[in-house]
């Protein structure tokens, strides 16, 4: 089993519409949880992250984290096209050496 | 604006022939990475300096390689590349720190394509 799985894609949604991505782990230990996005010939950036169980909202983004079932969510609200990207998960213990443990990533597409 | 650079963007070599990725930075973190990412892949990584101490992954290949000669840049080395190093190869930077997430920050990406 993978330490993070990530939903497969690619997801394609009308604009508008409310996009919910997910991700499941198996490390318990694991303390903080992002959601990086990452556009097209560019690297990841940090869109929101979340410290413990809860739920963290920036926007039209809500991230959301259920550690007794080893589960989050990022849920993008009013999707516009400009949110069309590759969204990881990535979750890590904490500390300098903690390494970031990445999902697969899911394209979404969102259309005009 | 600080940030984390990466040249060449674009890299072509040849099945055996050596190629160096440059990663350089300007936001005078302690700690620089370089993963590789394939294609629907999630960035795996290969290594990391904290300041000058380096930090090999268990599963990185011996024909990788890299070099930090002072805190701004830091250099990709692949000895021998073969068609399966082909990928998007990704530098990043954290300031290091004991605790929070240390935030990574991420360079464009080096596209390697290997003939």
């Known amino acids: 089993q993978k330490e993070v799985e990530q939903d497969p894609g690619p997801l394609s949604v009308p604009e508008g519409a409310i996009v919910s991505l997910n991700c499941t782990y198996s490390?318990?230990?694991?303390?903080?949880f992002m959601w990086y996005r990452q556009y097209s010939r560019k690297g990841p950036e940090l869109l929101m992250y979340?410290?413990?169980?809860g739920n963290k909202e920036d926007g039209r983004f809500t991230a959301q984290v259920d550690k007794s079932s080893k589960y989050i969510s990022l849920f993008i609200r009013d999707s516009q096209p400009s949110d069309s990207a590759t969204y990881l998960c990535?979750?890590?213990?904490?500390?300098?050496?903690?390494?970031?443990?990445f999902g697969k990533g899911i394209t979404l597409s969102v259309r005009p | 604006d600080a940030m984390v650079i990466q040249n060449p963007r674009y890299q072509v070599t040849q099945f055996g022939k050596p190629v160096t990725l440059s990663c350089s930075q300007t936001?005078?973190?302690?700690?620089m990475y370089w993963y590789q990412q394939k294609s629907s892949q999630a960035p795996k990584l290969l290594f990391h300096?904290?300041?000058?101490?380096?930090?090999n992954e268990a599963d990185t290949p011996d024909n990788f390689q890299s070099r930090r000669p002072n805190t701004s840049f830091c250099f990709l080395d692949i000895r021998s590349p073969g068609l399966g190093d082909a990928a998007m190869y990704l530098c990043?930077?954290?300031?290091?720190?004991?605790?929070?997430?240390?935030?990574?920050?991420f360079g464009p990406g080096t596209r390697l394509t290997v003939l």
């Open positions: 990043a930077t954290s300031p290091g720190g004991t605790s929070g997430i240390n935030e990574q920050f």
């Open positions: 990535a979750m890590i213990l904490t500390g300098a050496n903690s390494k970031l443990t």
């Open positions: 300096y904290y300041d000058k101490d380096f930090n």
């Open positions: 936001l005078n973190h302690n700690v």
């Open positions: 979340t410290y413990s169980s």
């Open positions: 490390n318990s230990a694991f303390q903080y």
